[in-house]
């Protein structure tokens, strides 16, 4: 079983402006990459179940000449409002980090 740390050089949340949330998954390799963009691990429903969100809102984008999957969901507050942890939803992506292969 593989775990998507191991398999990461970058991985990254921010914001995608003041009410969206984008995270960076950049693979090591190419192989890497295809493996987890084949395995479905990495999906709309598996990233709201994680993030707390509706899965409509979650959309997850490959970009293969980057050996990445981007996804994009809607903060839980806009940023820099007064309920608003995170400014820069640098924190966001660290339940994700538990997503692993089968």
Do not use: H
Request: with cysteine; charged share 25%.
């Amino acid at each position: 079983m593989s775990d998507i740390r191991s398999d990461c050089s970058t991985f990254r949340t921010r914001n995608a402006g003041a009410f969206l949330v984008s995270a960076d998954m950049v693979f090591n390799t190419e192989e890497a990459y295809l493996k987890w963009r084949d395995s479905g691990v990495v999906n709309a429903e598996a990233i709201a179940e994680l993030l707390r969100v509706d899965p409509a809102t979650v959309q997850v984008i490959d970009y293969p000449s980057a050996n990445a999957i981007k996804v994009t969901m809607p903060r839980r507050t806009v940023a820099g409002g007064p309920d608003d942890t995170d400014l820069d939803s640098a924190a966001q992506f660290v339940p994700l980090l538990s997503l692993r292969l089968p």
